[in-house]
């Protein structure tokens, strides 16, 4: 129901009691599809610590899976063709391979500013480019994306 629009986040929150602990969640990230891309998604990515014994789920529809990764191992495993990541995707788990653990990467994100990420595409002879603002922290802001997006490299 809540899929199809027929309820609301609230409304499932309110039946089934929870009190949603948005304090707890940091802004991370802020990604607008390229221009040239007729769909547009403008989306936030936000972190958390997930609670001990925490259980992923996922519904089966906007996700198909679901587990816990480190986000070394989510790229790895992208690397590898064994699992998919959209570029927006690919850069955020870049961005938080950067820290040591949750603590280091929530602290860092409370102080720092989201800039907005909409990727400008570019020719490049060694094929498709996109580039990001520097001052979004991502570790590189020009990157070849190759093999359907299976192979990202940091050009500069």
């Known amino acids: 129901d809540l899929a199809a629009g027929a309820i609301t986040m609230a409304d499932v929150c309110h039946t089934e009691g929870i009190v ?5 969640m940091v802004n991370y990230a802020h990604w ?4 040239i891309v007729p769909k547009v998604y403008d989306t936030q990515f936000f972190i958390a610590q997930a609670p001990v014994g925490h259980m992923a789920l996922h519904d089966g529809s906007e996700t198909t899976d679901s587990e816990w990764l480190r986000p070394e191992t989510a790229i790895a495993d992208a690397a590898s ?3 998919t990541l959209v570029f927006p995707t690919r850069m955020n788990l870049l961005k938080l391979s950067q820290f040591k653990n949750v603590d280091e990467a929530l602290t860092t994100s409370r102080a720092t500013v989201v800039v907005t ?3 400008e595409p570019e020719k490049h002879p060694k094929g498709r480019t996109l580039r990001i603002p520097v001052e ?3 570790p590189g802001s ?3 994306v190759e093999d359907e997006g299976h192979k990202v490299t940091v050009l500069d």
């Open 20 to 24: 949603l602990a948005l304090d707890k």
């Open 32 to 35: 607008i599809t390229p221009r």
């Open 81 to 83: 063709g064994k699992r």
């Open 117 to 119: 990420v909409q990727p």
């Open 136 to 138: 979004a922290g991502y």
């Open 142 to 144: 020009h990157f070849l």
